[in-house]
């Protein structure tokens, strides 16, 4: 993941927002912190990639969801189902929407699902 926003193509408020969404997911990063969880920092990937892709860096944006993207089934739970979900339609009304990078990362957000447990018996 790239640790640095992109000052030469944004403007200042959202190289400031990209900033702070970088701190966010690098202080969620360590799971070796007594108080990491994952739903975190998929959480703060998913304001990284949405910060990115208001500042019109899908390029950014795919590469800060990516890990999101890669969670195996056992850990979508529905927050972080939610929070990609967000970004699917954040991506259909960037300037960006009709590129194959754009109409893939949608397609591939609205296939994450979470692992389907069955209902607890009564």
């Known amino acids: 993941m790239s640790n640095t926003a992109r000052p030469g193509t944004v403007s200042r408020p959202q190289c400031?927002?990209?900033t702070q969404a970088l701190e966010a997911v690098n202080g969620f990063s360590n799971p070796e912190d007594p108080c990491w969880a994952f739903g975190d920092l998929a959480g703060s990937q998913c304001n990284l990639t949405l910060a990115r892709?208001?500042?019109g860096d899908?390029?950014?944006a795919a590469e800060a969801?990516?890990?999101v993207l890669d969670?195996?089934?056992?850990?979508?739970?529905n927050g972080i189902v939610v929070s990609a979900d967000r970004v699917r339609q954040a991506l259909t009304s960037t300037p960006a929407r009709d590129t194959i990078l754009a109409r893939d990362l949608r397609e591939e957000i609205a296939?994450?699902?979470?692992l389907r447990r069955p209902a607890l018996p009564r």
């Open 16 to 18: 400031a927002l990209i």
């Open 53 to 55: 892709l208001h500042a």
């Open 58 to 60: 899908l390029g950014g």
């Open 65 to 67: 969801i990516r890990p």
């Open 71 to 77: 969670l195996s089934a056992a850990l979508r739970n």
């Open 111 to 114: 296939l994450f699902e979470p």
